[in-house]
């Protein structure tokens, strides 16, 4: 089941697109990119860049001759991100596992993840290719999520799904809220060597958007829709029943509600 998990095939990439970007992913790309200097001390290297949408945040703040290179490791979302930005010859793409860097020492002057590193599973194994990649003095920005309880509509996606299917631990899924903790990534970045750590929260509102829209991205948008169809339940009726849940909390359409992150900045200095 763990390849279900990890596997962001077909349609999938473009629901996570369409649907969850606009209801609060490309806010979130354009906090972490505004971070950013637009002359970091080096090259720009992207880890989990996923579907681009940081990536083009991120291409558009950086000035036109420093270089961005925008990783993944699942194929399939690397190339709806180029696919997506197809017209910016100014991204180098590069299929890269971020535990396993195809980079040399101090290559990059900023590493850049968004929601990318709460699902890798050594992390402390990331955290210390990251600082080889990074030259003196270089910055490494990245945000995860909060805890659920923060982010309603994942929230009450997962009441609802959890709800279909009583007991089946392998529809629990807390993986991306479950790095939240300061202390937690304190240490992981003092594990790797990193100084000069800023954390903070990052709340942002979701409007704009519709419930079903929002539904649709959490269930057609992750794999676990492919969890869902193997246990012979119609993914139309879970769209149905989170559509409905959520538009008790934020309404219909609009709907309107908030997510909440924690954002990190830090610098690789000896």
């Not at 969850?20 to 990119?33: H, S």
């Not at 970091?40 to 860049?49: H, S, T, W, Y």
């Amino acid at each position: 089941m763990t390849d279900l998990k990890a596997s962001f095939t077909g349609s999938i990439p473009e629901y996570y697109d369409t649907c969850l970007g606009p209801a609060w992913f490309d806010a979130y790309a354009a906090d972490l990119a505004q971070r950013l200097p637009a002359r970091p001390p080096g090259d720009v290297l992207e880890i989990a860049c996923g579907t681009g949408q940081a990536t083009r945040r991120i291409r558009e703040r950086l000035d036109p001759d420093v270089r961005l290179v925008a990783t993944d490791l699942n194929k399939a979302m690397l190339d709806y991100a180029r696919s997506r930005l197809g017209d910016r010859k100014d991204i180098e793409w590069r299929e890269a596992d971020a535990v396993n860097l195809p980079f040399g020492d101090g290559e990059f002057g900023a590493v850049v993840c968004a929601f990318g590193v709460m699902f890798v599973p050594d992390k402390m194994a990331m955290f210390r290719e990251v600082r080889r990649v990074l030259r003196e003095g270089g910055v490494f920005l990245f945000n995860v999520w909060d805890r659920i309880e923060e982010n309603p509509c994942p929230a009450v996606n997962a009441a609802v799904v959890e709800g279909l299917f009583p007991g089946d631990q392998e529809m629990r899924f807390r993986i991306p809220y479950e790095m939240h903790d300061p202390a937690l990534l304190r240490q992981f970045l003092a594990g790797a060597r990193f100084q000069d750590a800023r954390i903070e929260k990052k709340r942002v509102q979701i409007d704009g958007v519709s419930a079903r829209t929002v539904a649709t991205g959490l269930i057609l948008g992750t794999p676990r829709s492919l969890m869902i169809e193997k246990r012979g339940v119609p993914l139309d009726g879970v769209v149905d029943k989170v559509t409905a849940a959520l538009s008790k909390i934020g309404g219909a359409d609009p709907f309107r509600a908030s997510a909440q992150a924690v954002v990190v900045e830090a610098r690789a200095i000896a």
